[in-house]
């Protein structure tokens, strides 16, 4: 992967990431949607890409464990949905 690859790859990530930030801050998207955990999953994965690239190691793991956050909270949100019946 070329070098533009991974900064355009970083670029989108942290696009991604303060797109869900900002949408929960002004009461655009719940933080307890689906919506926001997919934006904060795919741009965490995104960052990850270029920062191992860069070898930027310390924010690749505070990417992984956003990233396990965010599943985890997705599948709590699908427990809870399962357990009262809505899909």
Do not use: E
């Not at 900002?22 to 995104?46: E, P």
């Not at 890409?49 to 070898?55: A, L, M």
């Not at 464990?65 to 985890?72: D, R, S, V």
């Amino acid at each position: 992967m070329s070098k533009l690859a991974v900064d355009l790859v970083g670029w989108l990530g942290a696009g991604l990431l303060l797109l869900a930030y900002g949408l929960v801050s002004f009461k655009k998207l719940r933080a307890d949607s689906g919506h926001y955990q997919l934006l904060n999953i795919v741009g965490s994965c995104l960052l990850i890409v270029n920062t191992i690239y860069y070898h930027a190691y310390p924010s690749a793991l505070v990417n992984l464990i956003w990233i396990i956050i965010a599943l985890l909270a997705s599948y709590r949100m699908r427990s809870r949905a399962a357990g009262s019946g809505a899909v």
